[in-house]
């Protein structure tokens, strides 16, 4: 449908289409919200972001600072080993003649676990003694003949020569022999065998190990900033999985250089076990009790703003925001321990920390505890 109105300037009717009408009614509309804001409720209108005053302060919640006794302490991860432990091997090739292997069982320091095949080197030991008691006996006949000058000087120094290259070649022999043996080195439990009697081995050969149990060695990491409260002669508490019972130890070395990757101190013990209680490998929670801090200022973890260099707190000083660079000491569940920035007395900020600005206003809504 068209319609025509009627037009003074050109004294004619021009048609116009729907879309033409809905424009119309669009201006007008917005025309009238225009005078309606500006003129009859100019009021309303809000004034301009950043050009009405001062700007608000921030309501926050707020920590006060109090001095406090802190039992101080570290809890550790750390790992038992075995006080001494080697893998057996023998130093020779050959089949094996005797095996004294009982895995599981102690044996004594110098107990023959396994003996090699030494017939051979057994026969040439056996001549070789025949042959130093017939230089011996020409060595001592010479001598005689050498004291009423029946013989030269140079005649005698040969035959003690010739006694002495036998009993050298005797000590290779016996070396030779002590080589089929396999003895334990130190008093412990002997594990699993890997091979059995009649077996052909060589010195890459593992035929089994053997551990000293009792005491046991346990290896801990204490973070860099503890490492003089760390000394030998410390006694530890440690758990492990599986069992409910506390156990003990005693810090007996400390590494001397801090690992560089963890910035942790690597720390040593020794643990009692005759009851044969625990087991190397074993994985232990450590807590090592450090001397207790009498007035300490904790304040809660959330109140830290941690930094690329240090680390800061808010502290409220006459409604203003100050930003105060702090030190920190011991943490735990929910707290940190400031060393150096604050005082006793002191408010600090607890919330709404990213919207507090150095210097700028706030309003403490609530106390935490």
């Not at 570290?74 to 130093?91: F, K, Q, R």
């Not at 011996?136 to 005689?144: A, G, I, M, P, Y």
Request: with cysteine.
């Amino acid at each position: 449908m068209v319609y025509r109105i009627f037009s003074p300037l050109r004294l004619k009717f021009l048609p116009v289409s729907k879309f033409t009408w809905f424009l119309l009614a669009l201006v007008v509309l917005v025309a009238g919200i225009l005078v309606y804001n500006k003129v009859l409720h100019p009021k309303e209108v809000a004034a301009p972001m950043g050009k009405g005053g001062p700007p608000k302060d921030i309501s926050v919640s707020v920590f006060i600072v109090r001095a406090k006794n802190l039992e101080n302490g570290i809890v550790a991860s750390g790992t038992l080993l075995a006080n001494e432990e080697v893998e057996l091997h023998p130093e020779a090739s050959g089949k094996i003649t005797a095996l004294n292997l009982n895995e599981g069982t102690a044996v004594a320091k110098g107990t023959l676990l396994i003996k090699l095949f030494d017939a051979d080197l057994q026969a040439q030991l056996k001549k070789l003694s025949l042959q130093r008691e017939a230089a011996k006996k020409t060595e001592t006949r010479l001598k005689q003949l050498l004291t009423i000058s029946g013989i030269g000087q140079q005649e005698y120094d040969n035959a003690v020569t010739q006694l002495n290259n036998i009993k050298a070649d005797m000590d290779l022999t016996q070396a030779q022999i002590s080589k089929t043996e396999v003895r334990a080195p130190f008093n412990g439990v002997v594990g699993l065998k890997n091979v059995s009697i009649g077996a052909y081995v060589s010195p890459s050969t593992s035929i089994a190990t053997l551990q000293q149990i009792d005491p046991l060695k346990i290896d801990f990491t204490v973070p860099e900033k503890y490492s003089s409260s760390v000394g030998k002669g410390d006694v530890i508490k440690f758990s492990v999985d599986g069992s409910s019972e506390t156990f003990t130890g005693k810090v007996f070395a400390i590494e001397p250089k801090i690992d560089e990757a963890t910035r942790s101190i690597k720390v040593r013990a020794l643990v009692s076990n005759s009851k044969t209680k625990l087991f190397p490998g074993a994985f232990a929670k450590i807590d090592l009790g450090l001397k207790s801090v009498t007035g300490a200022l904790m304040v809660p973890t959330q109140c830290i703003i941690p930094e690329a260099r240090n680390k800061k707190l808010i502290v409220v000083r006459d409604g203003k925001a100050k930003f105060v660079v702090v030190e920190t000491g011991v943490r735990n569940e929910s707290s940190i321990q400031i060393t150096s920035g604050i005082e006793a007395g002191d408010t600090i900020v607890a919330t709404a920390l990213m919207y507090v600005k150095p210097d700028g206003g706030v309003k403490v809504v609530k106390v935490i505890e």
